[in-house]
Structure formats: C-alpha cells, structure tokens
C-alpha cells in the first residue's frame, strides 16, 4: 500500500480499501494521510506482509478487485490470484524489458492463474513509460475466474 497512493484516490472515488503495508515508516504515513483525507472510515490498514495478512483476509471475504503497484508484482501473483472472487479484476504492474512486452507479464499472470487453477481474460496491457534504458514500466489489467 505504501504511503497511500493507489488506496487514497480509490477512497477519495468511493471505494472502501483493504490496504496491507510491510514497511513501518510507509504505514505510518499511510494512517496518516488517511486522516488527512477524512477517509479512515473506509481505509482497512494492516501492517504486515502480504504473504501473511492476505491469505486470512480473503478467507473470510474475497476481495473483488486487487491493485499490485509494485514493479515485482508477479512474485505475489500466488498470494493475489487465490485472494480473488471469481469475477474479480486483477490490476498488476511490472517492469519489463521493451523486447518481451507484452508478453512476458501476460504470461506471468497466466502461469500464475493455471497454478491456482483459475482462467485469466486480459482486459488490456499498457506500457505506461519508461522504467530505465531498454525497460517498460507496464500495467496488465484482468479478470479472473
């Protein structure tokens, strides 16, 4: 979730957010830019890991939608995919070299999706710019069955 740059705008739209942050510092401010913006009532801030806090959130509501803004996002495709109603929309960024997009994350996303045994419909991949020389920063938007 970090300092709250995907959870605040999603609030600030309507939407009630489970926000999960590992990082002390980040989930300080993320607490507090919540406040800030008078959205703490539809912010559900957890500090931890991912891998730790996901899994048992989702037993008890399957999440209808999934915001991984980190350019590593694939490494917990294994954690979010399962997390996911049926139906439900997976929003993953990554950072790909220019000559693999965009196959390389959609095939991720794939893999990752037949391992939890779940069918993918990519709705659309985006490079959004550059990342450095020679790589994308690309966002791969898709529902999952």
């Not at 399962?82 to 070299?97: D, K, N, S, V």
């Not at 709705?123 to 069955?145: M, N, Q, T, W």
């Amino acid at each position: 979730a970090g300092i709250g740059y995907f959870t605040l705008p999603m609030v600030r739209a309507g939407a009630t957010v489970t926000a999960v942050e590992r990082n002390p510092v980040a989930f300080e401010y993320l607490l507090e830019n919540a406040m800030r913006n008078g959205v703490t009532d539809r912010v559900h801030a957890y500090r931890g890991d991912n891998r730790d806090v996901v899994p048992e959130l989702a037993t008890e509501e399957p999440f209808e939608r999934v915001v991984m803004g980190f350019y590593e996002a694939w490494e917990y495709l294994d954690v979010a995919i399962p997390a996911l109603a049926a139906g439900g929309t997976l929003h993953m960024h990554e950072a790909t070299p220019e000559g693999l997009v965009p196959d390389r994350p959609v095939e991720r996303l794939e893999g990752a999706a037949a391992d939890s045994d779940r069918e993918v419909e990519v709705l659309d991949v985006r490079r959004v710019k550059g990342y450095s020389e020679g790589v994308a920063h690309v966002v791969v938007d898709a529902r999952i069955e």
